[in-house]
């Protein structure tokens, strides 16, 4: 099995900057891309940052050039780096991975999510 953990969450001034992590660990084979996600209250979960096995990056709209995503493929971590942050980026965030463990099964594994909160 592969277990994902965030880490990095916190109350902060709007403007401010946070960086969450995501490591990933188990019986890992591989990681393909890995995913940020976040759900505010009363709010549908949403795609907020991608980051393939080759390092290609996708973004929400609401979210670019102020987030920056990354990974360390040798410790199966990423990181979203989050800048300028809003009150409307508030949120739980949580990360998903493409994976392969060693039961030589391909899944979407997700972690419990760490909560953000953009004070104004």
């Known amino acids: 099995q592969v277990q994902l953990v965030e880490s990095g969450g916190g109350l902060v001034q709007a403007g401010g900057s946070l960086r969450l992590s995501c490591a990933a660990s188990?019986?890992?084979?591989?990681?393909?891309?890995m995913n940020w996600y976040r759900q505010a209250p009363g709010k549908q979960r949403e795609l907020v940052a991608g980051i393939t096995g080759d390092g290609k990056t996708n973004y929400a709209d609401s979210v670019k050039g102020r987030f920056t995503i990354s990974r360390d493929s040798a410790k199966n971590t990423a990181y979203l780096q989050m800048n300028s942050l809003k009150p409307e980026d508030t949120a739980v965030y949580y990360c998903?991975?493409?994976?392969?463990?060693?039961?030589?099964?391909?899944?979407?594994?997700w972690g419990q999510g760490t909560q953000v909160t953009v004070s104004s």
């Open positions: 998903n991975a493409d994976a392969i463990s060693t039961s030589w099964v391909r899944s979407v594994y």
């Open positions: 188990g019986t890992i084979v591989t990681i393909y891309a």
